[in-house]
């Protein structure tokens, strides 16, 4: 094992907060498909389109598959020997232009305000900063002036090598979590308070990743050298995973995002630790002695 002390200490101070006592919400079940539960409007928007999008590309297979068995059958050359010989059909041709028009219109028309809503980034409550590196995440809490670094739990900078072995079970379990989770967990957790518009400001330091948290619908590419945000109002306390999506090289498996998302005081509780943690005296940052006449 090769924790260090300051590491230990980071991950006993995060791990003690709110792990323990917070639910599982966003993380892939095994054996099931689909999208998991909707914790922000952006993802209920999101999985509301994929369905709806589905139906159509069902009802468009079946049809196209009925005409084609019937086709197949009604004028094959044993039924049908003498064939139609008209080449146009006008009224036909009319609605297999006009239905198309209106599929694609109907689904223009629902999709691109999800995409404008997700894209349009508001005024956020809590801005972070974060970055892609290989193989971790950082994140600034920009309001606040900390930040830290987010390794898997069992990553090499956590005294891994990226596998699930005794003693990483054993460190899963001392930060809340149990050895499903290995992949998924890290070792420091973005803490966000529930119900407050979080806006992320996404970069990369050496190549390209992605920030990516499907239980709130948002993927966003993270490019050296340039700035994307993203946006995500959780509705609901709980643990939630993602995974860095956009492929970065040898561990590109081994970076993933654990998101807490907490009451307002538990939050206010962990900003003031976080801040006395990363950034030295809370007293002297100005937004942290707000944070705490605000109690
Ligand atoms: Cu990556």
Not at 270 to 286: F, N, Q, R, V
Request: charged content about 15%; overall charge negative; glycine content about 8%.
């Amino acid at each position: 094992m090769r924790l260090t002390p300051s590491l230990m200490a980071v991950m006993a101070a995060f791990s003690a907060l709110p792990a323990r006592a917070q639910d599982i919400v966003g993380a892939p079940k095994s054996g099931l498909t689909g999208f998991q539960p909707a914790a922000t409007e952006l993802a209920r928007d999101l999985q509301w389109l994929d369905g709806a999008i589905n139906v159509i590309i069902i009802a468009i297979t079946l049809l196209v598959t009925a005409l084609l068995a019937y086709v197949t059958v009604r004028y094959n050359r044993r039924a049908n020997p003498t064939p139609a010989k008209f080449t146009h059909h006008t009224p036909v041709e009319i609605v297999w232009t006009i239905v198309p028009i209106l599929i694609l219109v109907f689904i223009g028309a629902n999709s691109l305000p999800i995409l404008f809503k997700q894209q349009e980034i508001p005024e956020g409550d809590i801005n972070i900063k974060v970055t892609g590196y290989q193989w971790y995440w950082g994140y600034e809490y920009t309001d606040h002036e900390f930040g830290f670094d987010s390794y898997m739990i069992g990553a090499p900078a956590t005294g891994g090598d990226n596998r699930l072995t005794p003693e990483v079970e054993t460190q899963l379990v001392e930060a809340g979590y149990s050895r499903d989770e290995f992949l998924l967990a890290t070792d420091t957790a973005v803490v966000v308070p529930v119900g407050k518009t979080v806006v992320m400001t996404v970069t990369g330091a050496d190549v390209i990743h992605s920030w990516t948290v499907p239980a709130f619908g948002v993927k966003q590419d993270a490019v050296p050298g340039r700035l994307a945000q993203l946006w995500f109002t959780p509705e609901k306390e709980g643990i939630y995973f993602g995974q860095c999506s956009e492929l970065c090289g040898q561990a590109h498996a081994y970076m993933p995002i654990t998101v807490k998302v907490v009451s307002e005081a538990e939050y206010a509780d962990w900003l003031e630790g976080a801040i006395d943690e990363y950034a030295g005296d809370p007293s002297t940052l100005p937004d942290a002695v707000q944070v705490a006449a605000a109690e």
